[in-house]
């Protein structure tokens, strides 16, 4: 038995059945209309969006028994046989196998001769830019001064490789993309014909992934036909397509916006790798994901930095994808890269803080620094993996400590940060007791967000004596307008001083004013 795939049977029999392409029909209506036919027409355009259909169209329409008209009747002998490809003066070719030289000198010695049954001699040469550069020399005299019964339509999807000595002879139609409801809606209204009942979700995933060719959309949704059993799903379509499910898609978003790289890694290696599904895809659907994100954002009025953030990412991540030898590695490094990297903070709500800052009277000015690839920590205290770091940070640091850091045990009570040693000497005990290594120990902590107090402890008996004097570390990190910079910025406490008194307000006006411009706007330059 004889099938016919949707993709021929859908294809469009007149202008009127044309999708998407109003552009061009308008303007071959209005030619046929006036009797201003060209010579010789140029469709470009990807593939699967039209430019065959309307070269055939245009052919019946000039050769139909009751044109030239722009709406062939499709019942006449010369409309059935070249919908069916058999009609004698209409001659499809396709460059891509008759790109020499002899094929075109043979076309062209044709083309002399009157057409033997309908009004004109149509020549239609599929993906032209095939042709080779003798071809196209020996195809200009005859393009640019065919006989009155002669028209061409060259089709192509490459039209920066045709020559602009045949660009110029033709007149030139641009076949754009179908859009996405455009795509969506001819489906649907296709699967109802066809008895298949198709989810919102699933014609939507084939709409995207059709990518703009119709003639794509159709071929897909020729699979659903033949594998569906009932009404078809979104995830029926995705498995078919190999793409992940939505709650997939939805979850893997969510660790991107949250930032929670343990949690993206481990739904790419389970939902994707183990799974075989191609990480191009499922960065694509994540692509989707975010573009609507941004959308919602900018619906309820919002500011959408971080959707468009890592809507950037992706789209950046997916042009790699393309050629990169192994895709998999790198969606899985990149995606988790995007889940460390911090939130930006919305400008205005920046510009606030910086005001609230500046508004206040402190005591202290405080030099920070800023890594923009470090991510804030939760307040939240880990012995295991804490201990750990914190023996790494001060072995690289002072690397006389590590004998006596193996002989250690970290661990938290009553709040309080314990480090407990046994058995140290003397020489040890000074080492430990150095500001130095308690300034590390305070700033590792620092960085995870953690105020604790640190103690030292050899057998039982504290060894940690506290400096004499005015805390002002302590000082600082009490003064709310401090904290507030602080967490506006994230940033961290590295040196305290206390600020210098003006010996007289008159007498030291020209040294302060001095001291103020070397720091590029004194307190101002320096947050405080």
Request: charged letters at 30%; aromatic letters at 6%; one cysteine or more.
């Amino acid at each position: 038995m004889h099938y016919q795939v949707i993709a021929r049977r859908w294809r469009p029999q007149t202008f009127q059945e044309v999708v998407g392409q109003s552009q061009v029909v308008d303007v071959l209506i209005k030619a046929i209309q006036r009797e201003k036919v060209a010579h010789a027409y140029l469709f470009s355009g990807p593939r699967g969006v039209g430019k065959t259909s309307v070269a055939r169209i245009l052919a019946k329409a000039l050769n139909c028994v009751e044109g030239p008209t722009p709406y062939p009747c499709c019942r006449c002998g010369p409309c059935l046989e070249i919908a069916r490809g058999n009609f004698i003066d209409v001659l499809e070719m396709d460059a891509a196998s008759n790109r020499g030289i002899d094929e075109v000198r043979g076309l062209r010695e044709n083309v002399k001769y009157a057409p033997a049954l309908g009004r004109y001699k149509v020549y239609i040469i599929d993906e032209v830019h095939m042709l080779t550069e003798a071809a196209f020399n020996a195809l200009l005299k005859t393009l640019e001064e065919p006989p009155s019964h002669v028209v061409f339509i060259m089709a192509t999807t490459e039209v920066k490789k045709i020559p602009p000595t045949i660009l110029s002879r033709c007149q030139h139609f641009h076949f754009r993309p179908l859009a996405f409801g455009e795509v969506c809606s001819l489906l649907k209204k296709i699967g109802e014909q066809e008895g298949l009942e198709l989810e919102e979700g699933a014609l939507e995933l084939l709409g995207r992934a059709s990518g703009g060719s119709l003639r794509d959309g159709e071929m897909l949704l020729e699979q659903v036909l033949v594998s569906a059993q009932g009404p078809v799903t979104r995830d029926e379509v995705a498995h078919l397509l190999g793409r992940v499910e939505s709650g997939v898609v939805e979850e893997a978003f969510e660790a991107l916006e949250r930032g929670e790289p343990q949690r993206i890694m481990a739904l790419f290696q389970e939902q994707v790798v183990d799974r075989g599904f191609d990480p191009y895809g499922f960065v694509e659907e994540l692509v989707g994901r975010a573009r609507q994100a941004m959308v919602e954002v900018l619906k309820r009025g919002g500011e959408s930095y971080n959707p468009q953030k890592i809507l950037d990412l992706l789209l950046k991540l997916l042009e790699r994808l393309r050629r990169h030898p192994l895709p998999d590695i790198l969606a899985e490094m990149e995606l988790v890269r995007m889940a460390s990297l911090p939130k930006l903070i919305p400008l205005a709500e920046l510009v606030e803080g910086l005001e609230a800052v500046e508004r206040g009277e402190g005591n202290h000015r405080v030099r920070r620094e800023v890594s923009g690839m470090d991510t804030p920590v939760p307040v939240a205290y880990q012995e295991g993996g804490l201990a750990k770091a914190l023996k790494d940070r001060l072995g690289k640091a002072r690397p006389l400590l590590v004998p006596i850091l193996e002989r250690c045990r970290v661990f938290k009570e009553e709040g309080d940060l314990i480090l407990e040693f046994k058995r140290l000497n003397s020489f040890e005990r000074e080492r430990l007791e150095e500001g130095e290594t308690v300034g590390l120990i305070r700033d590792f902590l620092e960085e995870r967000g953690l105020r604790v107090a640190i103690k030292l402890r050899d057998n039982g008996e504290e060894i940690l004596n506290p400096p004499e004097g005015r805390d002002l570390d302590g000082e600082v990190l009490d003064d709310p307008r401090i904290q507030r910079a602080l967490g506006l910025f994230k940033g961290r406490i590295v040196q305290t001083k206390p600020m210098e008194e003006d010996k007289s307000e008159s007498g030291n006006h020209n040294e302060a004013g001095s001291k103020a411009s070397d720091s590029h706007g004194g307190d101002k330059g320096r947050t405080g």
